[in-house]
């Protein structure tokens, strides 16, 4: 089969590679969706990724597929059953997954190898995070269920409810999912991002306002400013990934505020943060990393729903030759590749 293969920075192989064949407790997929991520993007650049095995490793995490061969011990899944895979599966038996916290399994297992005509799913994964296709969902919709779960375990780590004025930093999929959610919830989403069709966007999703990208200190007051009558936003959420917008979702937020820092920064990154927020203000500043077994199960109920625009997401469909130029130009959008020959 032809399969897409990491070989080192930038260096993104189309190959000639064996069929997978299932161990035990494995499946292995004919896959019928598989997306573009902007994690794949940063993963080709850097070569490697702590979420990929070591070189020469298979490439692409988002997918869902039809199953061609059931390993030995694989109970409740049988060939030709339509199936969801999250990209990952935790534990449950590390101390963070026995204090409730799966997102930060020590011990996490991750699928790798979606961008070719079959997909081998570690064990772990079919145990705990495969799930049937819900009847009606198209494939490519499908195989959102991974950003989807990120975002809905990001909301999770919101407080602010119906009512609440939430600023939401970044238009790019995470963060246009994220307002949707908060949407959903009854927050009235602020959404800023620089490109007007992101904007457009977030209100097909339900922000009630979205504002330009504010690039300096005035810009910054002017947001917070523009909410809670001068005071600021009851939250902001960070979904771009970069430091300088987690020091202005600091610096938009009112006092009492909480700020949720989602979009993952370059490696070796600091932010310099204003103590005066933190301390006088009680500002609450979290976290979120991944998903967790349950909001992936939560996504994929949303993706059968439809309960927001998500195939706006979704760009055209592309070759696996031309998987490496579409994440070089890095647009932002999520593309479906042809994986079938
Ligand atoms: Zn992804
Ligand atoms: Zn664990």
Redesign the pocket.
């Known amino acids: 089969m032809r399969a897409l293969v990491l070989h080192g920075p930038d260096d993104l192989r189309l190959e000639e590679v064996p069929v997978p064949v299932p161990g035990p407790g494995e499946v292995v997929l004919r896959v019928t969706g598989a997306l573009t991520?902007?994690?794949?993007a940063k993963m080709m650049r850097q070569g490697g990724h702590p979420a990929l095995p070591p070189n020469p490793a298979p490439f692409g995490?988002?997918a869902c597929g039809v199953v061609a061969s059931v390993g030995e011990g694989v109970t409740g899944v049988a060939e030709d059953d339509e199936v969801v895979v999250a990209?990952s599966a935790p534990c449950g038996a590390c101390p963070p997954c026995a204090a409730g916290r799966p997102s930060l399994c020590e011990s996490i297992v991750y699928l790798s190898g979606a961008f070719a005509e079959y997909l081998r799913v570690p064990a772990r994964i079919v145990q705990r995070n495969m799930l049937p296709l819900p009847p009606g969902l198209p494939p490519r919709r499908a195989a959102m269920v991974?950003?989807l779960a990120c975002a809905v375990r990001g909301t999770e780590r919101v407080q602010a409810g119906a009512g609440d004025e939430v600023v939401v930093l970044g238009g790019g999929v995470q963060g246009t999912l994220i307002a949707g959610l908060l949407a959903g919830r009854g927050c009235l989403v602020t959404l800023c991002d620089p490109h007007e069709a992101r904007r457009e966007r977030a209100i097909r999703f339900g922000a009630v306002r979205a504002l330009d990208a504010p690039r300096d200190p005035a810009a910054v007051q002017a947001v917070k400013a523009a909410h809670g009558g001068g005071r600021g936003p009851a939250a902001v959420v960070e979904a771009v990934g970069r430091p300088e917008a987690w020091e202005a979702a600091v610096a938009i937020a009112r006092p009492g505020g909480e700020v949720l820092l989602y979009g993952g920064c370059a490696a070796g990154t600091t932010v310099t943060l204003p103590t005066f927020p933190l301390h006088y203000q009680e500002l609450a500043i979290r976290g979120s990393y991944h998903h967790t077994p349950d909001a992936v199960r939560e996504a994929l109920a949303r993706l059968a729903a439809n309960d927001a625009p998500y195939d706006e997401l979704i760009g055209d469909e592309i070759a696996l030759e031309q998987v490496a130029d579409v994440l070089r130009a890095g647009s932002g959008e999520k593309r479906p590749v042809r994986t079938a020959p």
């Open positions: 991520c902007a994690t794949d995490h988002e990209n991974e950003p």
